[in-house]
């Protein structure tokens, strides 16, 4: 294990190009977890099934290296930035509504929808920034430093690793759109980033995301007919804007604000 730590630090990027193969296998080996209940409902509790089974795989990881602490999962973040998180979320909430449905509100599904809905988007956000937030951010500073060069490429690296994974949709969609969404979740991954170094705590992140997605989810769950496009994508990242400027300025206010080593 100690091997593998310091190959994390010496080669961040092989370290994340094996962060998404063993995604990729762990999703393969779950994928009977979240065929065991019926659909629409049960899908979605078992998709939250398979992905906790992979989170506590790769938090189980972090633990192994002794990165709890470093990676945040043991700090809240402190009120400052849930200040400044909480705001930013509520804004990109209306403007992503508004987005992909056209309207400023949507109808709820059904309860129980409803409440698969939330879970499995909180479990896509805990898994996902465990692997990005958790265990390569950490490998990217360490590897470059957390000087404000080091903290703005181990962002964006980072950021454009988690956008990359889904490519993996180029199986099912067009490559105009599946680019344009990885361009656009490359933006957030930057931002996410930063309240993660910035706070020392990789909950405002996965908070973040979490909310994001389930408002989404949610508002998408009664249009059944949703077909995504380029210009969704381009409007989402154009919405990224005041958030990474928000990062930035974070990033120049807090420069000795670091993942602790």
């Known amino acids: 294990m100690k091997k593998f730590e310091r190959f994390t630090v010496r080669h961040p990027i092989g370290f994340g190009f094996i962060l998404i193969v063993l995604y990729s296998l762990l999703g393969t080996l779950t994928w009977p977890v979240t065929q065991i209940y019926p659909y629409p409902e ?19 990881l972090v633990w192994r290296f ?20 909480i705001p930013l979320m509520i804004y990109k909430v209306f403007l992503s509504i508004y987005v992909f449905t056209g309207a400023w509100t949507f109808k709820l599904p059904s309860l129980a929808l ?27 500073l360490q590897a470059w430093g957390n000087t404000r060069r080091g903290v703005v490429l181990s962002a964006a690296i980072s950021g454009l690793f988690w956008g990359s994974l889904h490519l993996f949709n180029l199986l099912v969609r067009p490559f105009p759109i599946v680019f344009s969404q990885v361009m656009s979740i490359t933006l957030v991954g930057f931002y996410y980033a930063v309240f993660v170094i910035s706070s020392r705590s990789i909950w405002p ?57």
Request: proline share 2%.
């Open 42 to 60: 049960g899908h979605e509790w078992g998709t939250t099934l398979g992905k906790l089974i992979i989170a506590a795989c790769f938090i189980g």
């Open 114 to 140: 409803m409440t698969a809905i939330i879970f499995r988007s909180l479990a896509t956000s805990l898994l996902e920034e465990s692997i990005y937030r958790g265990l390569l951010l950490p490998a990217m």
């Open 66 to 85: 002794g990165w709890l602490k470093r990676a945040g999962y043991q700090h809240s973040g402190g009120a400052r930035i849930w200040m400044i998180v």
């Open 205 to 261: 992140a996965v908070v973040f995301h979490w909310v994001i997605n389930t408002t989404v989810n949610l508002a998408l769950s009664q249009n059944p007919a949703f077909e995504e496009t380029i210009t969704h994508w381009v409007w989402l990242s154009s919405i990224s804007i005041l958030p990474i400027l928000v990062s930035l300025w974070l990033l120049k206010t807090n420069r000795s604000s670091e993942i602790e080593h």
